[in-house]
């Protein structure tokens, strides 16, 4: 089946996204506690509090009051380290460079379809919107706050491809997390579990290299 759409997951996909790098840069060798700059970043962002910003379900100052609390780390500490990582977000110069090379096929009349679905916290979003042209790149997409949803919920992957009238089939979803890539495939998608951004051409389809 030939790809008419390919979708993009942003963090670890088309931005880098290092969360013990964030830790580390923010509280150098003072971990809270914790045995690794892994770990605590673990504790920050892979917890339900995190999951639920990402869903826009909490603000920003909520989720960095209700993180500090359980991390008994100090809230305007909490505060600064979440706060600027939108701006922080540098884009993986090999993805932009194959989002300019799609792009162009697209224009010279080839259908390839470029989208986005990302989890994505709404303070961010707005960030990237703002700071990236690159990103007019892409047709449209979804950032989970502004929906409600995040994946690997199925409603999130529905909604994209009703909004974009997209065939499962035909249409290649992107991901460094596996079980966002699952959920994708259980829809009919075909899937790519990206492992390395750097590899990301050569993992890609033939007709898309």
Known sequence: MKILAVVFDFGGVVFDWHPAA??????????????????????????????????????????????????????EQMHALMAPIGAQLQPIATTVQLLGDLQARRKAGEVVRLLFLSNMPAPFARTLEQRHAFLDRFEGGIFSADVLLAKPQPEIYE????????????????????????????????????????QLRQQLPEQLR
């Open 22 to 75: 964030i830790v580390r840069s923010h509280f150098g060798g003072d971990l809270q506690g914790f045995e690794s700059p892994e770990a605590l970043g673990r504790a920050i962002f892979s917890h339900a509090d995190w999951h639920a910003f990402d869903r826009g379900e909490l603000s920003l100052d909520e989720v960095a009051s209700q993180t500090a609390q359980r991390l008994a780390i100090g809230r």
């Open 159 to 198: 909604l994209l491809a009703r909004r974009y009238q997209l065939e499962a089939a035909s249409t290649l979803f992107i991901d460094d997390q596996g079980p966002n890539v699952q959920a994708a495939a259980a829809l009919g998608w075909q899937t790519l579990h990206l492992t390395d951004p750097a």
